[in-house]
């Protein structure tokens, strides 16, 4: 059955992998920016929104990662994250999705004098208003905090205590970000096996600019839960092979440990990971039933929604609802929220929501 955008948009959806400082909707980041005399490369709604896309798409990660400048600089005061985490919560159920895990790095936040606990707070009271408005209005959603810290930076320990400290605060788990060539994993291994000792969830950006070697770090030497994009698994995979898809020992390990992949299609095609959306790995390892979750990483940059990247994949793969809900299904069982809360969304939300449709 052919996918419309009506019922992609109705559908249950949840997401994993979305950056708080890359969803931003441009109105919001002109009306701060004004406020705050931050310069910006463009004066109205539909250029800035434009702008942010055009720069984004520049096939290189580092590229791709400097448009943040203008939203982390909008992104500073308490008022300011409340207000674009409200709104990122309000987006997300007017899209459809039922749970969210949204990152950010708080330590890109405290340049006018904000202290984490006090971004954290901030981010969490919009998240909290977000949520209570989205119930208000007949879409009620869930949506957790991770921390990020930044991969060429030395906050990670600090980072992944906070996550710790705010564990039942919001904060569901703790991730690295920023420029991955140059900046392995392993350089934060004190901040992994600190939370490893501390029982707690994390997710790293791995396998998206770089490829095996920073899977392998994030899975065997640091011992992620989930790997953040991890397309470049694909490269231990011989899909040409006369006797069938035969996968290296990483990618098989990978696969028969269920280690999730935050997939984000439309991210990848702008930093260069995939060329387009029909060659991107995801068809592949969606076939070969690898953990797949379908995720948006940057609304603003991308100019995309879960519905958007769910459409865009049932057209280049002819994927239906039951793929969807495979998907859907696949991000609630990987989600960092407790087992009985996940099987909660899935029998009472997620399920009845896929009946409802067909
Ligand atoms: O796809 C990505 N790969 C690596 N880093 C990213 C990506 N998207 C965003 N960020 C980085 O994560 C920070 C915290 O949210 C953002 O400021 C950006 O620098
Ligand atoms: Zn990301």
Same mark, same amino acid.
């Given at each position: 059955?052919?996918?419309?955008?009506?019922?992609?948009?109705?559908? @249950?959806?949840?997401?994993?992998?979305?950056?708080?400082?890359?969803?931003?909707?441009?109105?919001?980041?002109?009306?701060?920016? =004004?406020?705050?005399?931050?310069?910006?490369?463009?004066?109205?709604? $539909?250029?800035?929104?434009? #702008?942010?896309?055009?720069?984004?798409?520049?096939? /290189?990660?580092? &590229? !791709?990662?400097?448009?943040?400048?203008?939203?982390?600089?909008?992104?500073?005061?308490?008022?300011?994250?409340?207000?674009?985490?409200?709104?990122?919560?309000?987006?997300?159920?007017?899209? %459809?999705?039922?749970?969210?895990?949204?990152? #950010?790095?708080?330590?890109?936040?405290?340049?006018?004098?904000?202290?984490?606990?006090?971004?954290?707070?901030?981010?969490?009271g919009g998240f909290d208003r977000g949520m209570?408005?989205?119930?208000?209005?007949?879409? @009620?959603?869930?949506?957790?905090?991770?921390?990020?810290?930044?991969? +060429?930076?030395?906050?990670?320990? $600090?980072?992944?205590?906070?996550?710790?400290?705010?564990?039942?605060? %919001?904060?569901? *788990?703790?991730?690295?970000?920023?420029?991955?060539?140059?900046?392995?994993?392993?350089? +934060?291994?004190?901040?992994?096996? !600190?939370?490893? &000792?501390?029982?707690?969830?994390?997710?790293?950006?791995?396998? $998206?600019?770089?490829?095996?070697?920073?899977? #392998? $770090?994030?899975?065997?030497?640091?011992?992620?839960?989930?790997? *953040?994009? %991890?397309?470049?698994?694909?490269?231990?995979?011989?899909?040409?092979?006369?006797? *069938?898809? &035969?996968?290296?020992?990483?990618?098989? !390990?990978?696969?028969?440990?269920?280690?999730?992949?935050?997939?984000?299609?439309?991210?990848?095609?702008?930093?260069?990971?995939?060329?387009?959306?029909?060659? +991107?790995?995801?068809? @592949?390892?969606?076939?070969?039933?690898?953990?797949? =979750?379908?995720?948006?990483?940057?609304?603003?940059? /991308?100019?995309?929604?879960?519905? &958007?990247?769910?459409?865009?994949?049932?057209?280049?793969?002819? !994927? %239906?609802? /039951?793929?969807?809900? #495979?998907?859907?299904?696949?991000?609630?069982?990987?989600?960092?929220?407790?087992?009985?809360?996940?099987?909660?969304?899935?029998?009472?939300?997620?399920?009845?929501?896929?009946?409802?449709? =067909?």
């Amino acid at each position: 059955m052919p996918m419309d955008e009506k019922l992609v948009r109705a559908a @249950p959806k949840a997401l994993l992998h979305d950056h708080l400082d890359g969803g931003l909707r441009p109105q919001t980041v002109l009306e701060l920016a =004004t406020e705050v005399r931050h310069p910006l490369p463009a004066d109205d709604v $539909e250029s800035l929104g434009q #702008w942010f896309r055009d720069a984004a798409d520049s096939g /290189s990660l580092e &590229r !791709y990662l400097e448009t943040f400048d203008h939203t982390v600089a909008v992104m500073q005061r308490a008022d300011q994250l409340e207000r674009v985490a409200r709104e990122c919560v309000e987006d997300l159920a007017a899209d %459809g999705v039922v749970y969210a895990e949204v990152r #950010w790095a708080p330590e890109q936040h405290l340049a006018e004098g904000l202290t984490a606990p006090e971004a954290i707070d901030a981010v969490q009271g919009g998240f909290d208003r977000g949520m209570a408005e989205a119930a208000e209005n007949g879409h @009620p959603i869930v949506v957790r905090q991770l921390l990020t810290a930044m991969r +060429h930076q030395a906050r990670s320990r $600090e980072i992944a205590e906070l996550a710790v400290a705010y564990r039942d605060a %919001g904060v569901a *788990g703790f991730d690295i970000a920023g420029a991955e060539a140059g900046f392995p994993p392993t350089r +934060h291994l004190d901040a992994f096996e !600190y939370l490893q &000792r501390e029982n707690a969830h994390f997710t790293i950006h791995a396998g $998206e600019a770089f490829g095996l070697p920073s899977i #392998w $770090e994030a899975i065997q030497w640091c011992g992620a839960d989930r790997l *953040g994009h %991890g397309v470049r698994i694909i490269d231990d995979i011989a899909l040409a092979d006369p006797a *069938g898809p &035969r996968l290296g020992r990483l990618a098989a !390990y990978v696969r028969d440990n269920r280690i999730p992949l935050e997939m984000c299609p439309t991210s990848n095609l702008q930093t260069g990971a995939a060329s387009s959306i029909a060659d +991107h790995p995801i068809g @592949p390892l969606t076939e070969l039933r690898f953990r797949v =979750t379908v995720n948006t990483d940057n609304r603003l940059m /991308s100019g995309t929604s879960m519905t &958007r990247e769910m459409l865009l994949l049932g057209d280049a793969f002819g !994927y %239906g609802p /039951s793929d969807l809900l #495979w998907f859907t299904v696949n991000a609630m069982k990987s989600a960092f929220l407790p087992f009985d809360e996940r099987l909660r969304i899935i029998n009472d939300v997620i399920k009845p929501g896929y009946a409802a449709l =067909t």
